[in-house]
């Protein structure tokens, strides 16, 4: 099983700001949406809430809802699981594919983060003032295996890349 984790990361780690993403990078979505299709994605309950009602649950993909919060059920998806830690999340995951995506908040990466094989990260060539953080990657345990550059253009105002690192 591979467990992956997928984010839009600012120069200064920042991935967002009052529950909400602070850039607007079409392709970007485009990318998540394609990727993590088809698979399990782990989040967290702030993270779940915080998708537009129209595009929840995720299409596609079981969505496996970490909270610390006992009663929390996700009332607009009957069919999402929902689980009281990380660990219990990749065991729900386990049994349906072979690829699994972390896909946030700050704290599920931070918590995820030693457990990952993959990153599929958006490298956006920009900081930006957030509450949000995408944990540090110490270059030594990730290896860069591809990165696809994504310039500035009348629908993105920000150049980036997408890069996908892989633990050695």
């Not at 997928?6 to 990078?25: F, P, Q, R």
């Not at 596609?60 to 970490?66: L, M």
């Not at 345990?141 to 633990?167: A, L, P, T």
Request: aromatic share 10%; proline share 4%.
């Amino acid at each position: 099983m591979i467990v992956s984790m997928i984010a839009a990361v600012a120069e200064n780690l920042v991935i967002g700001k009052d529950n909400d993403l602070v850039w607007s990078l079409p392709d970007d979505m485009k990318y998540f949406m394609q990727t993590t299709s088809g698979h399990p994605v782990i989040m967290g309950r702030k993270n779940y809430d915080s998708i537009p009602v129209r595009f929840r649950p995720l299409k596609n993909r079981t969505n496996i809802i970490v909270t610390r919060n006992a009663s929390y059920r996700a009332e607009d998806c009957p069919d999402c699981i929902i689980v009281n830690s990380i660990e219990d999340a990749l065991t729900s995951a386990k049994k349906e594919n072979k690829e699994i995506f972390i896909i946030g908040g700050g704290q599920i990466y931070e918590l995820a983060l030693p457990l990952a094989n993959r990153l599929y990260l958006t490298e956006i060539k920009s900081s930006f003032e957030g509450d949000a953080f995408f944990p540090a990657i110490d270059k030594s345990v990730w290896k860069e295996v591809s990165r696809k550059k994504h310039y500035k253009d009348e629908r993105h105002n920000q150049e980036f890349d997408f890069v996908i690192y892989k633990r050695v």
